[in-house]
């Protein structure tokens, strides 16, 4: 684990669930074919987070989990509710049959409507492979299957997702050299490997940001390695064209909060939320510069969060 992965987050927030949320087709597609080709997909499809986390409350554990509760329609226009569940940490879980279970028959009990369980393994055991949980005791007996797929599984068709035209191969590559390479300077030149394919693929401004932000949670660097990474990422986009990514805002936030912390927080702060916003979005207006002066230091700390996904200045610090 890198030193970055320790500051991490550790909980249930993870790029899993943007990535599940922007591309569940993609993913669908990708992963389970067969379901996808059930979906009436014209009529899109519904996060179900306030009623995921009504079944889920109770649940305690330390273990890195990303689930997904997601509505969808079937080709005869009746509503289905699609349970995802990604296990994102290394070691075999012996209780994640039984949770899918648990988690599958609380929605249907609760709700009553169909719910189709969908497992995601991102560990690197090969022989952990859960697809069912079973129960039985004098002739009471219950079985539930669910579908599976194991994501270490695609690295013996790694061309094959180099070629895809599916988005979500690209989470998939990233997951899964994440997962392979402890080597800071391996996971590296992974790292901007999936970056320059992502420039590639000619997506829109949009996509790539959304894709970068992904890929960069997923595969951390040691922090002697973020400098050089963002060089390279920098030379791509001369190369490309592409001035999409602005790699410096996470360094800048990163070195902002330090300064902060060294020369007093408030300034520090503001004064690193001034240079990422003459970068992102140009020259600072009088009445943003006056709004950064007056701000408390809650809200220098929320907008310093907001900037990296925060579409206009206006967006970012309120009309004025």
Not at 8 to 24: G, I, N
Not at 51 to 68: N, P, V, W, Y
Request: glycine fraction near 6%; aromatic fraction near 10%; proline fraction near 3%.
């Amino acid at each position: 684990m890198t030193d970055q992965d320790s500051a991490r987050r550790t909980d249930h927030d993870s790029p899993w669930k943007d990535a599940l949320e922007s591309y569940f087709e993609e993913f669908v597609q990708l992963l389970f074919p067969a379901i996808h080709g059930e979906v009436d997909w014209s009529r899109g499809y519904s996060p179900m987070d306030k009623e995921l986390q009504q079944i889920t409350a109770d649940a305690s554990s330390g273990r890195r989990h990303a689930d997904k509760l997601i509505k969808v329609h079937d080709l005869e226009g009746d509503e289905t509710w699609v349970l995802i569940h990604v296990e994102v940490q290394g070691e075999p879980e012996d209780g994640f049959a039984q949770r899918m279970y648990t988690y599958q028959y609380r929605l249907r009990d609760r709700y009553g409507v169909d719910v189709v369980s969908l497992a995601v393994l991102a560990d690197t055991s090969p022989g952990f492979r859960p697809e069912r949980f079973r129960y039985a005791r004098w002739g009471c007996e219950l079985r539930f299957a669910f579908p599976m797929t194991k994501l270490i599984d695609w690295e013996a068709h790694w061309a094959q997702l180099e070629a895809s035209e599916n988005v979500f191969a690209l989470v998939v590559m990233a997951q899964i050299k994440a997962k392979l390479l402890d080597n800071g300077e391996e996971r590296q030149r992974a790292k901007v490997g999936l970056i320059r394919l992502l420039y590639e693929r000619g997506y829109s401004r949009a996509e790539i940001q959304r894709l970068f932000h992904i890929i960069d949670w997923m595969i951390q660097l040691p922090r002697g390695l973020e400098r050089g990474f963002l060089e390279v990422v920098y030379a791509i986009e001369e190369e490309k064209r592409m001035p999409y990514i602005n790699t410096a805002e996470r360094l800048g936030i990163e070195k902002g909060m330090e300064k902060g912390l060294e020369q007093g927080h408030h300034l520090g702060v503001a004064d690193t939320l001034r240079k990422l916003i003459a970068v992102k979005f140009g020259e600072l207006p009088t009445w943003a510069d006056e709004r950064l002066n007056q701000a408390s230091d809650e809200q220098l700390d929320e907008w310093v969060v907001k900037i990296l996904s925060a579409d206009s200045l206006e967006a970012l610090l309120g009309t004025h």
